[in-house]
């Protein structure tokens, strides 16, 4: 998530308002306050948003929706005459290259922090972890133009940011922190992204570290901006948020000329919505005059388009408005959620209650009848108490997570039996007897289904006890079963039996066999039950496929 | 005031003599010394006696002691066996010389010289052999002048007694007075008595109300399903049909139709549980494509870029139940849809007492024409104040697949306002794809939250690894909040 640190004085300036009027409002456009600290707050804004992750982006959409300024803001961008040209070499390894100069940067020791803290915000959301987008800021007055983004050879060496030393592409991969964890993006390719001036000093390894050379400091005053990437929209949104959170700040932005083709472009996108849409929508009674108005207070350009629609301007810097709805959304926002006149609608329809649920209702009841507890375990479990314990093979058809994240939580359960043999030794300080039961969920083959089981530890547990359950079940369930003697190694010989329905075995029962016990280190006979609930007559077909 | 039989009967015997001690009264009742006392201290509890308990110690004789009962001690029964003067050695053969010899010795009874032992003629009886002689008439004895010289010899030992004499007081005798019932006391009633009408006439054996009774634990639905339970109850009442579906769901239910990108953090392995399984795609899935791809027939622009089959046929478990509602209304698209669905959910999250990698989410879904924004925030109100949550505000939210989308707050007393799930109206790219025309309000919440609130629990884990005991101790009726 993106924690954006706000300092209130610098906000103050940029916002034209009070702290306390930004903290109370700033939730209301869609971000949730972390921190209040003595000289800045910390807030988190929504993954689709990353126009918001800098001061200056909060500050320009609080304006608006503070009504201190309204609409579009305008960006102009003048040519620069500096030129950047791609390897077609890259097209396989990284081939998008978005530019930009910004020049009369006025950066202090704090404004380069937060410069930093966008680009890093902007590598979460934007550039999923570099991959898609990464982006370097450079001391343009450190190097000559024209640009060259090629593709190198992986010998090639320079001085990486925080180092001293040249060091070649494949040992900054190795040595350099930022190498080790980026390294994954590059490694398997041949040649190495790399930007270098018309004197072949290298700018930029993208999307791994920029060259010590051309280092950002307080006492820069031009900059030039590279992102790269493997998504043109997504490098072009990174460029559009630098650029326009600089010109914010007060800076001028020039046009880099990549390829022929003149960036960045800050022009608005224009699209033309239904004001009965938007209005039927929200459930508002709306003219397409007051939906403007209230767009322009989310710094959109906008006016009616007729009676029936509105001509709106979308900011370059929008990238979350791919569809109207995005801006029927932020009509909601200025319109204030806290304003909205909350009403049921009219909709009647009829209750219904899931089959699979009316019978673990069942199961329930009777159980409880019985005197049994319900236990609601886990549906992740391991090898170790679902087979190992219960002396069973493991069930062909076992999920198993491909990453796990515990020893415990390795597979999804296909039987609840094992899962209350485990309740049981949690619970062995607690007074006997104790009778538990679960229903719910197991997985075969990717497909779910329900299940019963019960067990009941105490020193006269025996096969009766677990029969008379089990029989008392089945008759409760409306299933006519036969009964055969059991191979289950779980139980002991003897003293274990397999309900059968329609010829298939669909549970067992018995005396829970004392290996087991001693594996779930209990020390009382436990009666054991387990059915297969898709036998119940009424159980629905299909049960839950993927 | 309800004596017991035994009570009762203490008293009669009590009754001529007024006191007596409770040997006595146990003869009189034919019952043990010990069960007097205690039926005595019943009643004095009722003021109806007084017991007075006196302790004594008295001295018997050791089982040395009692060999040497009606004979003497051993030195007076060797020094009896002889004149005047015997041999030594002869002496030596009486059965008790061991002993006795010593002892007439040391009381200066004898003399020995050339092998010849010679009575010295001061052999009068000391206190400890006038003590033990008492004992041998009376078979104890207080302490006394020589008891100590027995005890240090190990012939008698002390016994403490304690003696209980009760002694009826006014009131007793008032009771005793108006005449006592002392018939057998029944504790069962028989279906003999109940039938024959005997019971009209028989003396049922009282209980002691202020006693606790044994301890019972009823078979007991879990706390965290009785919940579940209610807020199923809260839908039905809203007229809202129950879904359910499978834990395992293919990348294409779980994410693509839900318009989340294939890029999407959220699709990576640090936090969703991949399996190595695969399942085939629905018929239909190149609109979901479209849609991904460029916005297919809507305004949308899509996600630009190449959407991968390979990738929607992984199969993960299910992080939300989100993609059963939207099967739901792929197979039922015409209005109105109004369905619920309660079910576990997985994160890939290291497990801790507030983060579990599986819990319970609500979902719930409404479908008909015209159904707006308004809408939603009318049911989310509804069902908030129905679970018990009045105060309920809406902020701002952000979820992939809804637009607007919604964050529900609730007060909680003590804690303030409370994030409590998600909602919004899913976007046309979601419900396009599936020919559903008309707008979806959507919201959902992780109810584990809500059991925390509720039950009162600072660890999820005991939700799902429960004590007994605190099943047995939670009521099944909360009491109205």
Known sequence: ?546 | MELTLNEKRLLVALGSAGTADAVVLAEKMETRREAVVQYANLASERGLVDVDKHVSRRYVPTEEGRAYIGKGLPERQVLESFEETIPMRDLQAHPLAKIAIGWMRKKGWITLRDGVVTKTGKTAPGPDEAAFARLAERGEIPDGEGVADLVKRGLVEEEETVAHTVSITPRGRELLSRGLDLREEVGTLTREQILSGEWKDLPLRRYDVTKLPRRAYPGKVHPYQRLIDEMRCVLFDMGFEEMAGGIVQSSFWNFDALFQPQDHPAREMQDTFFLGERWPLPAGYERVRDMHEHGGETSSTGWGGTWSAAKAEQCVLRTHTTGLSIQHLATHPNPPVKAFCIGRVYRREAIDPTHLAEFEQLEGIVMDEGVNFRNLLGFLKEFYAKMGFEKVRFRPGYFPYTEPSVEPEVYVDGLGWVELGGAGIFRQEVTAPFGIEHPVLAWGLGISRVAMLRLGLRDLRQLYRSDVEWIRETPTYGGRR
């Open chain 1, 1 to 546: 998530m993106a924690v954006i640190t706000l300092p209130y004085r610098y906000l103050e300036r940029l916002t034209g308002t009070d702290r306390q009027t930004i903290i109370d409002r700033v939730p209301m456009i869609g971000a949730d306050i972390e921190r209040i600290e003595e000289d800045h707050v910390d807030v988190e804004f929504f993954p689709d948003r990353p126009d918001l992750y800098s001061p200056e982006g909060v500050a320009r959409a609080m304006r608006g929706f503070l009504g201190i300024e309204e609409g579009l803001p305008v960006y102009t961008v003048r040519p620069s005459g500096i030129t950047f040209s791609v390897d077609p070499g890259l097209a396989d390894i990284r081939p998008c290259l978005g530019s930009a100069v910004i020049r009369n940067v006025n950066l202090d020791e704090e404004s380069i922090e937060s410069l930093m803290s966008l680009q890093e915000s902007l590598h979460w959301a934007v550039g999923r972890g570099r991959g898609k987008v990464a982006i370097g800021v450079h001391d343009l007055d450190t190097v000559t133009p024209p640009f060259r983004y090629i593709a190198s050879p992986r010998d090639r060496s320079f001085v990486p940011l925080d180092f001293e030393r040249e060091m070649t592409m494949e040992e900054i991969l190795t040595e350099h922190p930022k190498g080790r964890d980026y390294a994954h993006l590059v490694e398997n390719f041949d040649k190495f992204p790399l930007i270098v001036d018309a004197e072949d000093r290298v700018l930029s390894f993208p999307p791994i570290i920029n060259g010590e050379l051309t280092r950002v400091t307080t006492g820069t005053k031009n900059i030039l901006l590279d992102c790269t990437g493997t998504d043109r929209k997504a490098v072009m949104t990174a460029v559009n948020i630098i650029c326009t959170a600089l010109a914010e700040a007060g800076a001028t932005i020039e046009a880099v000329t990549v390829d022929g083709e003149e960036m960045p472009a800050l022009a608005p996108v224009e699209r033309v919505v239904s004001v009965e849409e938007c209005a039927s929508l929200l459930g508002l009674s709306l003219t397409g005059e007051e939906m403007a108005r209230h767009l322009r207070r989310m710094r959109f350009g906008a006016e009616p388009d007729g009676d029936s629609r509105v001509r709106v301007l979308v900011p370059c810097y929008r990238s979350d408005i791919l569809h109207d709805w995005d801006i029927f959304e932020d009509v909601a926002i200025a319109y204030g959620f806290e304003n909205f006149d909350a009403a049921l609608p009219a909709t009647s329809t009829v209750a219904w209650e899931h089959p699979i649920t009316t019978i673990a209702r069942g199961v329930r009841s009777v159980m409880t009848g019985l005197g049994y507890l319900e236990m609601m375990p886990f549906t992740l479990s391991n090898d170790r108490v679902l087979y190992a314990n219960m002396q069973r093979e493991p069930t062909p058809g076992t999920l198993r997570l491909l990453h796990p994240i515990s020893e415990e939580q390795t597979v999804v359960r296909t039987d609840l039996l094992p899962l209350l043999m485990e309740m049981l030794l949690a619970n062995k300080h607690r007074e006997l007897p104790q009778r538990l039961f679960a229903v719910g969920d197991v997985v075969e083959n990717c497909v779910t289904s329900q299940m019963a089981a019960a067990v009941s530890i105490h020193p006269a547990a025996d096969f009766s006890e677990a029969y008379a359950a089990a029989d008392v079940l089945c008759r409760e369930l409306s299933l006519t079963y036969e009964v055969a003697e059991s191979t289950d190694p779980a139980f002991l010989d003897g003293r274990r039996g397999d309900i059968i329905v329609d010829g298939r075995k669909v549970g067992v029962f018995g005396e829970i066999h004392p290996a087991v016990l001693t594996a779930f280190d209990l020390e009382h006979p436990v009666a054991a039950l387990a059915l297969d609930l898709t036998a119940v007559p009424g159980y629905p077909v299909p049960p839950g496929t993927p």
